[in-house]
């Protein structure tokens, strides 16, 4: 009978390497949300209205960041093939092109957002009270998304480069500087909330220069020039479409899920919210081994090693199931107490209880698949990825509709509900498993062809 795992917790050769990166990169994954919690402390002093307009505009500009997220992925997996190969150069010349295509991008969506502003504000429900503060939080922090998208660019660079610890930094600067600077705009110079959102951009903006200026010294040292060239940029939006199909196909899943939760009730989707941000909690942790395997797996194909990339992808397949495993002890201790922080409703009550018995159940196999989808992105299997993540979909919504249609009403609705996001879990698994032990993903060389 085969051994579990091919050694004790910390005592693998791989070990070290993915600690090294998956634990700044977590820290890293969790200081992201803190700039909006210190946003939403910020704004809240200015009232309710203030606080629904800064949710309203915050749901657009988190929309436009996940959906931009490929060129954090991309150019990770591009980087870390020519790292790999002992290409540091070519590295660097991918990460400059991906840098320009993140300002090409953030450049087209300023110019498209600002005159659809008003209508994105309508689009997501904003009373006549909470609208005006929304638009002019969103048409202020628009002007951020060109820094933004440089920060995704520039944390793949590094992360391809292996090094963790500088976009770690740059995370925490620029929540401390937004901190500090929404703090003395709102309450001190009494900007309102035009002031936090100013305050976003400047922190973004700074954090943008860091990473240009680092990637600058990096380019000037390897003699690699800093003006875009047009095959890089194709090669950055080629990878960066298949990357968008398999984000926008995650999206819908969970946008679907959301919605058919409010259509089976208040007290449903109340519930439902708190076990989707345990969910989402725990997913960060589980991203940051993905991510770790994102540049381990890139450098390894891009060194000609297939027989170290099966090495670490078995040790951190491991590494996901022993974290899914500690994840749902945990779940399943604080479940008791976990509904008081959100509500004395008994049936909302209820109701997180049962939804949280399947999250603690999914997490092993949440943990599978965080690490094998990141292991796939390392490897620059994209359009694999995209074409799993459509049909994976399509398997998740038609138990959607069976939840919200097919079934009598009453409390087990949501826990089937989340049965079905179950179903979709596995589906994934199955489609990210099948081609992991396969061979096609282990394309060798310092650019996959």
């Known amino acids: ?48 209205e203030a606080l629904g307009g800064l949710g309203i505009a915050a749901q657009v500009l ?5 959906l931009c997220v490929f060129l954090a992925y991309g150019t990770t997996s591009a980087v870390a093939r ?5 290409d540091t150069a070519g590295g660097l010349r991918s990460g400059i092109d ?4 993140a300002v090409l991008l953030g450049a087209v969506i300023v110019a498209a957002g600002l005159p659809a502003a008003p209508w994105l504000v309508d689009a997501l429900g904003a009373s006549p009270a909470v609208a005006p503060y929304a638009l002019t939080y969103l048409r202020i922090s628009l002007l951020s998304i060109p820094a933004l998208l440089v920060i995704l660019a520039g944390t793949g660079v590094l992360r391809g480069l292996q090094d963790a610890r500088t976009p770690l930094v740059v995370a925490v600067g620029t929540n401390v500087v937004n901190l500090v600077l929404a703090v003395v705009l709102v309450l001190v110079l009494d900007w309102g909330i035009a002031g936090s959102a100013w305050a976003t951009v400047a922190a973004q903006t700074a954090g943008a220069a860091v990473y240009a200026a680092v990637l600058t010294r990096a380019a000037r040292r390897h003699g690699v020039s800093l ?6 940029l194709g090669t950055s939006a080629a990878a960066g479409f298949a990357l968008f199909v398999r984000t926008v196909s995650l999206r819908i899943v969970l946008l679907v899920m959301t919605a058919v939760a409010a259509r089976l009730g208040d007290p449903e989707v109340a519930a439902h919210q708190v076990a989707f941000q345990v969910w989402s ?40 199931v022993l974290s899914g495993l500690v994840f749902a002890a945990a779940v399943l201790a604080v479940r008791p107490w976990a509904p008081l922080p959100f509500t004395d409703d008994p049936r909302v009550h209820a109701l997180i209880l049962s939804a949280l018995l399947v999250v603690a159940a999914l997490q092993p196999l949440s943990g599978v698949v965080m690490v094998l989808d990141g292991i796939l992105m390392g490897a620059g299997d994209q359009r694999y990825l995209a074409w799993a993540s459509l049909w994976t979909m399509l398997a998740f919504l038609p138990c959607a509709a069976a939840v919200l249609w097919g079934l009598p009403e009453g409390d087990g609705r949501l826990t089937a509900l ?15 498993a099948l081609r992991a032990r396969g061979s096609a993903w282990l394309v060798t060389g310092a650019a996959r062809p």
């Open 98 to 101: 991906g840098l320009w295509l």
């Open 82 to 86: 020519r790292f790999g190969a002992g």
């Open 281 to 320: 909690l725990l997913v960060f942790a589980l991203d940051a081994i993905a991510i770790a395997g994102q540049a381990i797996i890139g450098r390894y194909l891009g060194a000609s090693d297939a027989a170290g990339a099966r090495s670490a992808t078995r040790r951190m397949v491991e590494w996901g």
């Open 418 to 432: 989340w049965l079905a996001f179950g179903v979709w879990m596995v589906a994934r698994g199955a489609t990210l």
């Open 227 to 232: 003006a875009p060239t047009a095959r890089g």
């Open 1 to 48: 009978m085969p051994r579990l795992l091919s050694a004790p917790p910390f005592r693998h050769a791989h070990d070290r390497e993915i600690l090294r990166l998956a634990v700044p990169t977590f820290f890293a994954l969790v200081s992201e949300p803190l700039l909006l919690l210190t946003d939403s402390a910020v704004v809240g002093t200015l009232g309710t």
């Open 62 to 66: 988190l929309t436009l960041a996940n």
